[in-house]
């Protein structure tokens, strides 16, 4: 109908000019600029071809940058995964005590993300922290790159749990129950029913969340921020931190640019599979 | 029809709420100067009775009232001073108090007002302290808080040692053996010294070379934007990291680069480098677990005489203004800088001060306060801090590099070579960008 298609248009206008003005014209105007060389203080002073990019590049910080991303990516995502998916299948069946884990996980979405990102570095700190006293070892968590990468993605998880936790229980508690009545009665039971029944009939919320928790380890900055400010040796210094050091700490436009598109474009390429998915669900 | 006019309604709203963003302005004349500071604890208490007792002296006489703003470390405010310069200077402050990493920045910057310009009386300010904020622009910002590196030390285990502060740093090779402890295991449980140098430690271990070094040229880039590196082929950086790697190789460094006063305050680590500014704090965390002493930072060898260079903070104008130079010239008083030096541990920068007998009876009762100062008279006023542009990312290139030297093994020639391709590729692109 064409009086309806219109009526369509006009809900969706206000939507498409944000849109358009907030993020086509800004994704427009970065991806025009990362060919050419613009000042500080923003002048295009000529066109550099793709000088931009061959400086990023060689950019041994910048390189490290994505391998410390990588890494981190490594470690987030199956950890993440797990404990999500452990806790949403403790307590996917609702009885009366599922209630107080269910609020107990579902408490860090209330905490800010630079709070508890504070609450770490105070926990961590030093050789006498907190957990030092716990765990009775004087490791120096945040001083060895190896155990600061660790406590990032501690970190990270935490922050990740509660929304992946959420997106799993309802999924697991919409399971149509016809489905899982029929296996009952075809004698499946514990493991066979939970990894042959229950859990396919969640694999597109699944493969959602691993998706979604994948853009964010991949867009992980933020948290870097607060807690290790890339150290100790850059060892914490993630695409996206590298990215605001260089944009708004050393104001290098060539570099802000060129990160900005190829981050773009990684982001596009998740954001794709993930409505993909989605539209299976 | 109803339904259409609504849509049509809601999409104007729309525009009503995006048009006012770029239509936003401070209003003008209103007696306000913003002032954005970095101070905070400590430091932040001392600033904001200052800025009070102006508020309701001097400042209520004139008509003026500063509303002094904090907005994080120092590299923080610069990070908000260059994003509300990009919007336009209508969003900038009066005033900004900035650290040596700004004044590349500021210098080159269309909206940094001078002192000059402002006609501020800066003549009572200390002299190394108006050297270390000019440049071939002339004087970029009023000195309000001056600073140092110092060598601060564990004086109750010194003393319990017979041990002096070590002059040199092949001294410190040879004390700290006596320094540090181990556990049965072998495990060390104090370090001589913790800390990994960085650009600022560098500039007084790099800069006093030979008297007098720079790390880059143009006078470290005060006369003009540099695009050359030097401590590579003068071979300041190597001389350095030698020395450096002798002290390490005794097992009593600990290459941390958080929490240094932490440990330094739990008894961990005999000695550390920080700014005469964290003075106060220091002896705050300490608690009185022992005695805090002060030097004179050890020299990287013999020839290494030109000492350190004044750091710490200066107050940039953003609006040619009565009122500004009003502020400015206040906080430069004698009677704020008192102040603020018994506070914080700051190095005065009036030097109306220096035989000023309320000063000098401060001075008697804290002589950590005074090594500060000493240090700076016994200095080469031309050792000056960097400028140079990306300066966070070198920050963290030297420390990664000296963890190369000294934990990896990595060879001292392919360091230097390295560290200076990194800075002479920011150099080189900041060139790029801002210089045709």
């Known amino acids: 109908m064409k009086k309806n298609e219109r009526n369509a248009y006009l809900f969706l206008a206000p939507s498409l000019v944000l849109a358009v003005l907030f993020f086509m014209l800004p994704l427009a105007k970065s991806f025009t600029g990362s060919f050419l060389t613009i000042s500080q203080s923003g002048k295009v002073l000529g066109f550099a071809g793709l000088r931009n990019y061959a400086a990023l590049f060689g950019n041994p910080a910048f390189i490290s940058s994505v391998a410390n991303t990588l890494r981190f990516i490594v470690l987030f995502l199956p950890l993440n995964t797990f404990i999500t998916l452990l806790a949403a299948a403790l307590v996917r069946k609702k009885e009366k005590w599922t209630r107080i884990p269910e609020f107990i996980f579902l408490t860090p979405l209330a905490l800010s993300l630079s709070a508890l990102a504070l609450v770490f570095k105070e926990m961590f700190r030093g050789s006498v922290s907190i957990m030092g006293r716990i765990f009775s070892t004087d490791v120096q968590w945040l001083d060895e790159p190896f155990t600061a990468m660790a406590v990032l993605v501690v970190l990270g998880v935490f922050l990740d749990f509660a929304l992946d936790f959420i997106l799993l229980l309802a999924a697991f508690r919409s399971t149509d129950r016809s489905i899982l009545e029929a296996a009952e009665i075809d004698g499946a039971s514990g493991a066979r029913m939970f990894f042959l029944i229950e859990l396919p009939a969640i694999g597109n919320m699944l493969s959602v969340t691993v998706l979604m928790a994948l853009k964010d380890a991949a867009m992980i900055s933020a948290p870097v921020m607060v807690l290790t400010e890339g150290g100790p040796f850059r060892s914490t210094e993630t695409v996206m931190y590298f990215y605001y050091l260089e944009a708004f700490r050393s104001g290098n436009r060539g570099a802000e640019t060129t990160i900005a598109v190829l981050m773009v474009l990684v982001s596009v390429l998740l954001m794709t599979l993930i409505s993909r998915r989605r539209r299976n669900v | ?436």
Request: some cysteine.
């Open chain 2, 1 to 436: 029809m109803r339904g259409r006019r609504i849509i049509w309604t809601a999409a104007l709203m729309v525009f009503l709420c995006i048009f006012p963003l770029s239509a936003g302005g401070s209003s003008e004349d209103d007696g306000v100067v913003t002032l954005w500071h970095s101070n905070s604890g400590v430091l932040g208490n001392a600033f904001d009775d200052i800025i009070e007792e102006f508020n309701t002296t001097v400042g209520k006489e004139k008509g003026i009232e500063v509303e002094a703003v904090y907005q994080g470390a120092a590299n923080d405010v610069l990070t908000k001073v260059k994003a509300a310069a990009s919007t336009g200077t209508s969003s900038l402050p009066d005033i900004a108090q900035l650290d040596a990493t700004a004044a590349l920045d500021m210098k080159n910057s269309d909206y940094l007002v001078l002192p000059g310009d402002l006609g501020v009386d800066t003549s009572a300010v200390m002299p190394s302290a108006i050297e270390s904020l000019m440049s071939d622009r002339g004087l970029l910002a009023v000195p309000f808080n001056a600073s140092s590196l110092l060598f601060y030390y564990n004086k109750t285990l010194f003393d319990s040692l017979g041990l002096t502060p070590p002059e040199t740093l092949d001294d410190f090779a040879k004390t700290a053996p006596l320094l540090g402890e181990k556990d049965s295991s072998g495990k060390v449980t104090r370090y001589a010294f913790a800390g990994v140098p960085a650009t600022y430690e560098l500039g007084a271990f790099i800069g006093a070379q030979n008297g007098l070094s720079y790390m880059v040229n143009k006078e470290n880039g005060h006369q003009g934007t540099p695009d050359k590196v030097l401590f590579g082929e003068e071979g300041t950086f190597k001389n350095f990291l030698e020395h450096w790697k002798k002290l390490y190789d005794t097992g009593y460094v600990s290459n941390i680069t958080s929490g240094v006063s932490t440990e330094f305050a739990a008894g961990r680590t005999a000695s550390m480098l920080a700014s005469s500014s964290s003075l106060s704090t220091v002896i705050n965390t300490v608690g009185g677990r022992f005695e805090v002493g002060t030097a004179f930072i050890p020299r990287t060898d013999e020839n290494a005489t030109g000492g350190v260079n004044i750091g710490g903070g200066a107050m940039f104008a953003f609006s040619q203004d009565e009122k500004v130079k009003t502020v400015l010239e206040y906080l430069i008083s004698e009677g704020v800088q008192l102040k603020w030096a018994e506070r914080t541990g700051y190095m005065p920068v009036n030097t109306g001060l220096y035989d000023d007998p309320g000063y000098q009876a401060f001075l008697e009762g804290n002589p950590q306060f005074r090594v500060a100062m000493e240090q700076t008279q016994a200095s080469n006023p031309a050792v000056t801090g960097v400028w140079l542009p990306s300066a966070y990312q070198i920050y963290y290139s030297f420390q990664t590099e000296i963890r190369n030297v000294t934990e990896n093994g990595k060879n001292i020639d392919q360091a230097v070579s390295d560290m200076v391709n990194t800075v002479q590729a920011a150099l080189d692109e900041y060139a790029a960008q801002n210089l045709v």
